[in-house]
């Protein structure tokens, strides 16, 4: 077809690790894409997604080099290309946005002369021809007071605002390519709505083709025409965007979409059956230096219940995580732990109180210690909490992993020779290791693949009901809320706005916040951004008249 | 080559091979040495023959079996305030990276109060106050040392107690000197062995310096700074007397820099998990 810009045949990109073994890292991919065209590339980590988003460049991280297979970039081979040529194409034929908008800004320049930067470097326009067009593109991109917006310097602006500044830097040179990887994966739901709308819009009335990277297949789909599923390098599946997500034909893809639309949850019990309390947080506030970042919050978990406190970045919930453990004194307000009023210091509270509260973090990675072995990891807080012999504590360690589902010979592994899934496991082991009566998890599936998350999920429910522990699930992840919680509070700018037993708070009439954040979580269709967009459109003028 | 499972440079292997030979001729001096270090075997600064191989030195006694006793001093002492110098180091610095920031200042001001003042002089000082000896070279060079292992171990730590699974120690209920040996110390320990290394030259050299002073090692014992000192003179009619122990000194600290340049090379390099 004429109006091909880029055919990928038969790549295969190769890794070599330290020890010189050469690993294939992405196998026999064939796609092309049309001017106006936007396909989805989605997979799981290290399915390659990423990495054939850079190939197009012909660029490859360290170590990894393309090894077979044909780039075409509008007919012109841009393997054969040499330096000079491929200078040429990178950033003014095909632009990149990455995921992290703050890691990829210079801080120490201004966004209009980072927007700028480009077109210069590449002679194309003089720099009042830039800045006007920088402005032009601020405007398009929805950015407020798009004339002095570029004035300001990274750290000035809030993360939507700066990934679509990102994205008004790739489209500088008027590219024929972008490749967008996760470029709204690190935002909150409700400025990923923002962003995602301006850039579909851009990439519209531009005509630009798109490489869309990402994991959430909700997400691709508002955007994408064709979606390609990518597994361990290759791919499993390519589609329209509307029959992936309603007739998907291979069984990894019915299990993403499965994971992803969420299983229809089971009708929870009234709460009139809530058990005995274990944790009670009565005005609770906290600060940090002079700022307030918790406000006169009250919630309870009971016996055997799960808590989900729900929120934006920014919003306190982690803060209320490390008020209850003692981390940081509490301004005011009292918490109680099963009727008793829990010192407010972390040095003051007795081993048992500190047995009976455990946490589970967000990065398995960084909540294991890479040199101590599963059987130290596992065998301390046994040993440390019940004095168990040696002998006594292995056998227990043993169990707690057959709890989890590990088999014994993991007592010697470090946390270095497992998966993201398995130290997780290794974590919640651990916590259950004090035989807790409350565990406080902290975004702990926000860090792993869909399908992986949700065996997590699927085993602290049946942990729960093995043996009665509360939970305070501490997520910004409706869907996840949704599936594992009996109450939910709803945290904005530090104070609970709504509170209640799921059913309640997640329906009508929802406080405004529940509704925005309730509301702006993509779902699993392709008009789903279409919809909400007029909806609060409509609502924008009922509002005004 | 392969030692501990990482390839071994060509850098690499002359380091350890000069260390490997250095440290078994030190410790092997008695029964490898032709002469005794304080035995007269010939005429002042005699020129090298089949008897003595590297010939006499100012009192006619054999260069050769001196530099073996006299390494036999020299390194042991400076390995011993390498090591007393780490012991104090790493607990302060370790300290004051996970204790309350008060302890953290007051280590922090008092150290760099000590590292303000030149150690060499430092050093001339006390060792003329409280006198010349052995216990008190070692334990004087050692806190002036450990200053420099107090600062590298604080901020390797600083960035380890940071972590999530510090945290996790210190919710469970973990002492502080938990903490610093389970927890903190197996994760710093690569920076910190490339810093023994460094600091052991660094007390070879000081050790050196101080008996060329004359206020180090004691004669009649051997040692390479006091070896330099005694010989000094030698050089002023070509004599090669007091470049020999100043060339082991810099042998011996370039075969242990090549060392530590490898083994810093494979801790900066990521291994295991690919990202």
């Given at each position: 077809m004429s109006d091909e810009i880029l055919r990928i045949a038969g790549l295969r990109i190769v890794a070599t690790t330290e020890n010189g073994e050469v690993k294939t890292l992405v196998e026999g991919i064939d796609l092309s894409l049309h001017r106006g065209e936007v396909l989805g590339l989605i997979g799981?980590?290290?399915?390659?997604?990423?990495?054939?988003g850079l190939a197009a460049l012909a660029y490859t991280r360290p170590a990894c080099a393309i090894a077979g297979g044909r780039i075409l970039f509008a007919g012109e081979d841009v393997r054969a290309m040499d330096r000079a040529g491929r200078r040429k194409l990178r950033g003014r034929r095909i632009a990149y946005v990455a995921q992290s908008a703050a890691a990829s800004f210079n801080p120490a320049k201004s966004l209009t002369q980072q927007v700028c930067e480009m077109p210069l470097r590449h002679r194309l326009m003089n720099r009042a021809a830039a800045k006007r067009q920088a402005i032009e593109l601020f405007r398009e991109l929805d950015l407020p007071s798009p004339e002095t917006f570029g004035k300001r310097y990274p750290h000035q602006v809030s993360g939507g605002q700066l990934q679509r500044a990102m994205v008004a830097m790739a489209m500088s040179c008027h590219p024929d390519i972008l490749i967008l990887d996760e470029p709204t994966t690190a935002l909150d739901v409700t400025t990923q709505i923002e962003v995602l709308a301006a850039i579909r819009e851009l990439i519209r009335v531009r005509r630009t083709a798109a490489l869309y990277i990402s994991h959430d297949l909700a997400v691709v789909a508002q955007v994408a025409q064709r979606i390609m599923v990518l597994r361990h390098?290759?791919?499993?599946?390519?589609?329209?965007?509307?029959?992936?997500?309603?007739?998907?034909?291979?069984?990894?893809?019915?299990?993403?979409?499965?994971?992803?639309?969420?299983?229809?949850?089971?009708?929870?019990?009234?709460?009139?059956?809530?058990?005995?309390?274990?944790?009670?947080?009565?005005?609770?506030?906290?600060?940090?230096?002079?700022?307030?970042?918790?406000?006169?919050?009250?919630?309870?978990?009971?016996?055997?219940?799960?808590?989900?406190?729900?929120g934006e970045s920014g919003s306190g919930k982690s803060t209320v995580a490390r008020l209850i453990c003692g981390l940081r004194p509490p301004v005011t307000g009292t918490i109680r732990f099963r009727g008793a009023v829990l010192p407010a210091q972390l040095s003051a509270r007795s081993r048992e109180q500190l047995r009976r509260i455990q946490m589970i973090y967000q990065m398995p990675d960084m909540a294991l210690n890479p040199r101590q072995r599963v059987a130290e990891i596992l065998g301390r807080p046994v040993s440390f909490y019940f004095g168990l012999s040696p002998d006594r504590t292995r056998r227990r360690v043993e169990e707690l992993l057959h709890l989890i589902d590990l088999p014994a010979n993991f007592l010697t592994r470090r946390p270095g020779e497992l998966s993201g899934g398995q130290k997780q496991r290794i974590c919640i082991a651990r916590a259950l290791a004090a035989e807790p009566d409350l565990i406080i998890c902290d975004e702990v599936t926000s860090a792993l693949d869909p399908l992986v998350a949700d065996e997590i999920l699927g085993l602290l429910g049946r942990l729960k009901r093995e043996t009665g522990i509360g939970y305070l699930f501490i997520t910004h992840d409706l869907g996840t809320v949704r599936r594992i919680a009996d109450r939910v509070a709803v945290m904005l700018q530090g104070a609970v706005v709504a509170e209640g037993p799921i059913a309640t708070v997640f329906a009508p009439p929802y406080h405004p916040y529940t509704e925005a954040l309730v509301s702006s979580v993509p779902e699993m269709r392709v008009d789903w951004l279409d919809d909400t967009l007029r909806r609060w459109n409509e609502r924008g003028k009922a509002e005004r008249l | 080559m392969n030692l501990l499972g990482h390839r071994l440079s060509v850098s690499a292997v002359v380091g350890l091979s000069i260390t490997a030979i250095?440290?078994?001729?030190?410790?092997?001096?008695?029964?490898?040495?032709?002469?005794?270090?304080?035995?007269?075997?010939?005429?002042?600064?005699?020129?090298?023959?089949?008897?003595?191989?590297?010939?006499?030195?100012?009192?006619?006694?054999?260069?050769?079996?001196?530099?073996?006793?006299?390494g036999r001093t020299s390194v042991t002492l400076a390995l011993l305030i390498t090591v007393l110098s780490f012991v104090i180091g790493i607990f302060l610095g370790f300290a004051a990276a996970t204790t309350r920031r008060w302890v953290d200042i007051a280590l922090s001001r008092m150290v760099d109060t000590l590292m303000a003042i030149p150690s060499l002089i430092m050093a001339l000082v006390v060792l003329s106050v409280l006198g010349t000896s052995l216990p008190v070279l070692v334990g004087t060079i050692a806190v002036l040392e450990a200053t420099r292992v107090f600062r590298v171990s604080r901020s390797v730590a600083m960035n380890i107690v940071v972590l999530d699974y510090v945290e996790a120690a210190r919710l469970r209920g973990e002492g502080l000197w938990w903490?610093?040996?389970?927890?903190?110390?197996?994760?710093?320990?690569?920076?910190?062995?490339?810093?023994?290394?460094?600091?052991?030259?660094?007390?070879?050299?000081?050790?050196?310096?101080?008996?060329?002073?004359?206020?180090?090692?004691?004669?009649?014992?051997?040692?390479?700074?006091?070896m330099v000192h005694d010989n000094a003179t030698a050089i002023n009619f070509g004599g090669i007397a007091p470049l020999l122990p100043a060339a082991a000194i810099a042998l011996l600290t370039i075969g242990v820099n090549l060392v530590v340049d490898w083994l810093l090379s494979i801790h900066g390099r990521a291994h295991g998990e690919g990202t």
């Open positions: 799981e980590s290290g399915a390659g997604k990423s990495t054939i390098g290759r791919m499993v599946e390519l589609g329209a965007a509307r029959q992936i997500l309603h007739e998907p034909q291979e069984d990894y893809t019915s299990r993403l979409v499965a994971v992803r639309a969420g299983t229809p949850v089971p009708p929870h019990e009234a709460a009139a059956s809530r058990g005995e309390a274990v944790l009670e947080l009565n005005g609770v506030s906290g600060a940090y230096g002079a700022v307030r970042v918790v406000k006169d919050v009250t919630i309870a978990v009971h016996r055997g219940e799960t808590v989900a406190l729900v | 250095n440290i078994a001729a030190v410790a092997l001096a008695p029964w490898i040495a032709p002469y005794g270090q304080a035995e007269l075997v010939g005429d002042v600064w005699a020129a090298p023959s089949a008897q003595s191989w590297l010939g006499l030195d100012n009192l006619g006694r054999d260069i050769l079996s001196r530099l073996l006793f006299g903490v610093m040996r389970r927890e903190v110390l197996p994760n710093a320990l690569p920076p910190l062995i490339a810093e023994f290394g460094l600091r052991f030259c660094f007390s070879l050299l000081f050790v050196a310096s101080l008996s060329f002073l004359g206020l180090g090692v004691q004669p009649p014992e051997a040692d390479w700074g006091s």
